[in-house]
Nanobody, 128 residues
Framework: QVQVVESGGGLVQGGGSLRLSCVAS????????MAWFRQAPGKDREFVAS????????NYADSVKGRFTISKDNGKSSVDLQMTSLKFEDTGVYYC?????????????????????WGQGTQVTVSS
């Protein structure tokens, strides 16, 4: 049974940093894409960042480029999201998602429907 578990959320002041972690288990994820999405109250879930296997380029939403860094450990089926220069608008529930690598060919990594497995989410609150 596949499980996706996030950790690392919390409350941080604007301008601060936070690191989220996600571990997937239950099968091999070496050829899978791992990503982070987020959802603010009253808003749709939105893409934040994604990464495939070593040697591929990560993808970021324009709103987080230059501030967030995604990294993946294929051996551990884990992905981290280092968030810096946090803004109030970064507040939300952050979800880890895992999906098949075919999405790279289809260029659908920003679509939540491209992902097969999801974590429960972890809350990130940035105070202004």
């Amino acid at each position: 049974q596949v499980q996706v578990v996030e950790s690392g959320g919390g409350l941080v002041q604007g301008g601060g940093s936070l690191r989220l972690s996600c571990v997937a288990s239950g099968r091999s994820f070496e050829s899978y894409v791992m990503a982070w999405f987020r959802q603010a109250p009253g808003k749709d879930r939105e893409f934040v960042a994604s990464i495939a296997w070593p040697g591929t380029r990560p993808n970021y939403a324009d709103s987080v480029k230059g501030r967030f860094t995604i990294s993946k450990d294929n051996g551990k089926s884990s992905v981290d999201l280092q968030m810096t220069s946090l803004k109030f608008e970064d507040t939300g529930v952050y979800y880890c998602a895992v999906g098949k690598g075919q999405m790279l060919l289809r260029r659908t990594w920003m679509q939540w429907s491209a992902y097969d497995y999801w974590g429960q989410g972890t809350q990130v609150t940035v105070s202004s």
